[in-house]
């Protein structure tokens, strides 16, 4: 078979990613981790919310302490391959900032694991200036990490390139300002933030549907939202916040039993576009797969988002592009054309 005759994937299981068998694997692992919250009732560090939002809190008194974990993702391979590190680790901060975030959780400090299939000075020099770039984005403290060699565990696109990145982040909310999306209401608007383009979920089947010759595209970091959403968060009543990483819209469906209408989308960028018109992908799979443009999402009141609007809507590029109905699940509306977005079993 030659290189022209090899065939691309056109959904994300085809890639090698089920999002919904991952889904049934997650919830065998909540089952058992969930019953380890009783290890802290009634002690410091009691357990505040359910596993499944994008981060958890824990008690600390006056204040809950915001934790999540989350990594690079197949984006090393892209790292790899351009042999260009000093992105990756604004990659690894904002992955888990962005989530910290929808809980209007300030982050503070977090900590990173490095794993290298040998020793590289080169690369672990570059991915720390990475590491550096996204914590001054962020304004926290990277306060320690771990380093590890594992030859025969780390492999990747070339000998002695291999390597994983991810890391652990710890946020900081007064009890009585958790963002849950409990308050969220039928009319409320959806705000949008862009994105910087793929950011660090999809890669799998991105990589397998772009020319190498256009991977470059592929290896701009991750939007960090962190000052943003921080501002927003102290000067409006924000009913919900989601970052939009894997799955997606999707991730709306989080935050509510209500569903969504997004009606208002910005033109995707052209790395999306270049993805759909190569891999010959529908609509449903790339809005179920991609960010498609749309980086963070605000939910609030007509009033607050008008408000919001007129004094960020340009300066930090928000705009309004649905709101809250009764339907549940996620519906976009693209060219008169209704999509309904969900788990899909391949």
């Keep these: 078979m030659t290189r022209k005759d090899v065939v691309k994937p056109d959904t994300y299981a085809k890639a090698g990613v089920d999002i919904?068998?991952?889904?049934?694997?997650?919830?065998?692992?909540?089952?058992?981790?969930?019953?380890?919250?009783?290890?802290?009732?009634?002690?410091?560090?009691?357990?505040?919310?359910?596993?499944?939002?994008?981060?958890?809190?824990?008690?600390?008194?006056?204040?809950?302490?915001?934790?999540?974990?989350?990594?690079?993702?197949?984006?090393?391979?892209?790292?790899?391959?351009?042999?260009?590190?000093?992105?990756?680790?604004?990659?690894?901060?904002?992955?888990?900032?962005?989530?910290l975030i929808c809980l209007g959780a300030e982050p503070i400090a977090m900590v990173d694991y490095l794993a290298m299939e040998q020793t590289n000075d080169k690369m672990a020099k570059e991915i720390s200036i990475g590491l550096y770039e996204g914590a001054r984005q962020a304004e926290i403290a990277i306060v320690g990490g771990e380093t590890a060699s594992l030859p025969e565990v780390v492999k990747g696109c070339a000998p002695g390139r291999g390597f994983d990145l991810a890391g652990t982040a710890l946020g900081i909310v007064k009890k009585d300002r958790i963002i849950t999306g409990e308050k969220i209401e039928l009319g409320d608007v959806v705000l949008s933030l862009e994105s910087n383009g793929i950011h660090s979920n999809g890669l799998t089947l991105a990589r397998k549907v772009l020319p190498k010759s256009m991977w470059m595209s592929l290896i701009a970091p991750t939007r960090i939202y962190v000052k943003e959403i921080m501002e927003l968060v102290r000067k409006?009543?924000?009913?919900?916040?989601?970052?939009?990483?894997?799955?997606?819209?999707?991730?709306?469906?989080?935050?509510?039993?209500?569903?969504?209408?997004?009606?208002?989308?910005?033109?995707?960028?052209?790395?999306?576009?270049?993805?759909?018109?190569?891999?010959?992908?529908?609509?449903?799979?790339?809005?179920?797969?991609?960010?498609?443009?749309v980086g963070c999402c605000v939910i609030t009141s007509k009033s607050e988002a008008d408000k919001i609007i007129k004094e960020y809507g340009e300066k930090y590029r928000i705009r309004e592009v649905g709101k809250v109905v009764e339907e549940s699940g996620v519906r976009i509306v693209k060219g008169g054309k209704q999509i309904t977005i969900e788990r899909t079993m391949y």
């Excluded at 809950?64 to 974990?69: P, R």
């Excluded at 989601?242 to 935050?255: E, H, K």
Aim: hydrophobic letters at 40%; glycine letters at 12%.
């Design 20 to 99: 919904r068998r991952e889904d049934r694997a997650i919830k065998g692992i909540i089952n058992w981790v969930s019953k380890t919250f009783k290890f802290r009732e009634g002690k410091i560090g009691a357990v505040m919310r359910d596993v499944g939002t994008f981060a958890n809190v824990i008690d600390i008194g006056e204040y809950a302490l915001a934790m999540c974990t989350d990594g690079v993702g197949s984006k090393v391979l892209v790292a790899q391959e351009l042999e260009k590190y000093d992105t990756v680790g604004i990659d690894m901060v904002a992955m888990n900032v962005n989530d």
């Design 236 to 293: 409006f009543e924000i009913h919900g916040l989601a970052n939009i990483t894997g799955g997606g819209l999707l991730n709306l469906v989080r935050l509510t039993k209500y569903g969504f209408t997004i009606d208002k989308l910005p033109e995707a960028p052209m790395v999306f576009k270049k993805i759909q018109e190569l891999g010959g992908i529908s609509d449903e799979e790339m809005y179920r797969t991609f960010n498609m443009g």
